[in-house]
């Protein structure tokens, strides 16, 4: 029989067994997972930093719906998997992404043709719309930073994935495309909504998103859509990795708090912003990271490791 003083006899006498327990009640971490994945790939290729390539590349990495699928699936997977501190997203083959697969869409569509009523076919289009919006969103939920790191053709459905991340790299010959509007449709899975306040221009962004025009690198860097531009692909992605390798080296507390009240930030008032931030340092200024941390300052010591989450 549990009696209050049993339990917290437990409690004091088994830490670790506590910990296991409670541990095995959350989703599983499992990096091995990762590599099953059809549409991705996914690679370790510095100590705490992921590697994500959409990996359709005789497709353009087109977004089919098993693509859109597995970014969910492995976004989720890195938020919570302690050898994950930074994550660089980058497209296989000859473009970032053409966008969403337009052979998947007519399928769609024929599929469609086939209910009559206008409210069911409504009801079979929700669910797969906010599959896609959380497919996205998956990004920017995820608490290790996103590092974009784009080449060539990035369009529709790419500016929606690329807006979702937290940094965006590209290649000179990088170009962007708002494109939704010349599919005869609203963007509907973040473009609309993040794409503004990642350029900080309504006037920009309306007239790109109205138009579908096609803009370049030096235009990207220009709106602040893209923070650096490199050469070519190979120092693209040698600079994000090197970016996530710095981000990766820091306390994953302080980088985490840091992306969370970032986002939280986007859109709550500053008052909203500082008062969860408070929230989560008082609890977070009492953490091994933050001694260690002050304590590698103080010294000018060797660089601290800090232990996974
Ligand atoms: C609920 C929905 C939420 C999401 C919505 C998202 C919407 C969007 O993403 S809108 C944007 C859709 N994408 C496009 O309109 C891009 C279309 N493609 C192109 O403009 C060009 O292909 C591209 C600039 C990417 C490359 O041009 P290039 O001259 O190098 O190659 P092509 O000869 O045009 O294409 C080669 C083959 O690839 C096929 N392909 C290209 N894009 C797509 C695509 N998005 N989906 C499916 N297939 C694509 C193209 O048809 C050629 O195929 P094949 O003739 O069989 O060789």
């Not at 052979?103 to 599929?111: C, D, K, P, Y």
């Not at 408070?278 to 200024?285: D, F, I, P």
């Given at each position: 029989m549990y009696t209050v003083s049993r339990v917290v006899k437990n409690l004091t006498?088994?830490?670790?067994?506590?910990?296991?327990?409670?541990?095995?009640?959350?989703?599983?971490?499992?990096?091995?997972?990762?590599?099953?994945?059809?549409?991705?790939?996914?690679?370790?290729?510095?100590?705490?930093?992921?590697?994500v390539q959409l990996n359709r590349p005789d497709k353009y990495n087109a977004f089919t719906k098993q693509m859109w699928?597995?970014?969910?699936?492995?976004?989720e997977n890195?938020?919570?998997?302690?050898?994950?501190?930074?994550?660089?997203?980058?497209?296989?083959?000859?473009?970032?992404?053409?966008?969403i697969d337009l052979?998947?869409?007519?399928?769609?569509?024929?599929?469609l043709g086939e209910v009559e009523d206008v409210s069911r076919k409504g009801y079979v289009m929700e669910p797969l719309i906010?599959?896609?919006?959380?497919?996205?969103s998956a990004l920017e939920v995820c608490q290790k930073p996103v590092i974009a790191a784009v080449h060539s053709a990035c369009i529709g459905a790419g500016v929606d994935f690329i807006t979702a991340a937290d940094i965006r790299y590209s290649t000179k010959d990088a170009w962007f495309q708002v494109k939704e509007v010349d599919i005869g449709?609203?963007?509907?899975?973040?473009?609309l909504q993040r794409f503004p306040k990642v350029i900080g221009s309504q006037s920009l962004a309306r007239e790109l998103c109205f138009t579908g025009r096609?803009?370049?690198?030096?235009?990207?860097?220009?709106?602040?859509?893209?923070?650096?531009?490199?050469?070519?692909?190979?120092?693209?992605?040698?600079?994000?990795?090197?970016?996530?390798?710095?981000?990766?080296?820091?306390?994953?507390?302080?980088?985490?708090?840091t992306k969370n009240n970032m986002v939280y930030s986007l859109d709550h008032t500053n008052q909203e912003g500082l008062?969860?931030?408070?929230?989560?340092?008082?609890?977070?200024?009492?953490?091994?990271?933050?001694l260690t941390a002050v304590a590698a300052q103080l010294t000018k010591g060797e660089k601290p490791n800090f232990s996974k989450l």
């Open positions: 006498a088994n830490p670790a067994s506590i910990l296991t327990r409670a541990m095995s009640v959350l989703p599983k971490r499992n990096t091995e997972e990762l590599k099953t994945l059809k549409t991705l790939s996914v690679s370790n290729p510095k100590p705490y930093v992921f590697h699928l597995e970014v969910k699936e492995c976004f890195l938020h919570i998997n302690p050898d994950c501190r930074a994550i660089v997203l980058s497209g296989a083959g000859k473009h970032f992404t053409a966008g052979t998947s869409m007519m399928m769609l569509g024929q599929e906010k599959l896609y919006q959380d497919s996205v449709m609203a963007a509907d899975v973040g473009s096609k803009f370049l690198s030096d235009e990207a860097v220009k709106c602040g859509l893209v923070s650096r531009v490199f050469e070519n692909q190979e120092e693209l992605l040698q600079g994000a990795l090197e970016l996530a390798e710095l981000i990766a080296s820091k306390s994953p507390i302080a980088v985490q708090a008062d969860n931030i408070r929230n989560v340092n008082k609890l977070y200024l009492q953490s091994e990271d933050f």
